[in-house]
């Protein structure tokens, strides 16, 4: 699936590539460029002690994006209906640092949404639990919030809900 760089915002390069695969598939070197990117900014950036290998990778499917460089630029896991929610799921959405602003955020949640939509229908319902101060970025993509917002790991978040 090529990358959606028409969302509004988005200057990220065509170059980009996107890596889709199942836990299974993983290899050592790319789990650890994973957790690394995670670690770097949950953990350290976002100054939030938390338990990362929360049992739920397995269960994923994961979706990166190699930069130019070959450095990994940007993560999420993907669940299906009935793993965290009843609902599909987008979960530990993550870019590095160095490429915030370029609009890689807003095309990996895309990409993100078009996978789960190939996989489980147009417009699959998808849930997730957003750090509360990215409501609007979230809303963007027809997200709504559902329910008060509640502390998670020190960070204030919302559910929202693409149905």
Not at 24 to 53: G, H, K, N
Not at 65 to 71: E, F, Q, V
């Amino acid at each position: 699936m090529p990358l959606p760089n028409q969302h509004e915002g988005a200057t990220v390069s065509p170059a980009m590539e996107w890596i889709y695969q199942p836990w299974s598939s993983l290899s050592v070197e790319t789990l650890y460029a994973i957790m690394a990117l995670r670690q770097r900014v949950f953990t350290v950036e976002q100054r939030c002690p938390y338990l990362d290998a929360d049992g739920a990778d397995p269960k994923a499917v994961h979706l990166w994006c190699l930069g130019p460089s070959g450095a990994l630029s940007a993560y999420a896991r993907l669940f299906g209906p009935g793993v965290k929610y009843p609902e599909c799921s987008i979960g530990r959405v993550v870019t590095a640092p160095e490429v915030r602003g370029t609009g890689l955020g807003r095309a990996l949640v895309a990409e993100s949404l078009a996978r789960l939509d190939a996989a489980y229908g147009p417009r699959a319902a998808v849930r997730i639990s957003a750090q509360a101060h990215l409501e609007a970025f979230y809303g963007a993509f027809g997200f709504v919030g559902e329910g008060e917002t509640y502390l998670e790991d020190d960070i204030l978040h919302r559910e929202m809900v693409r149905r």
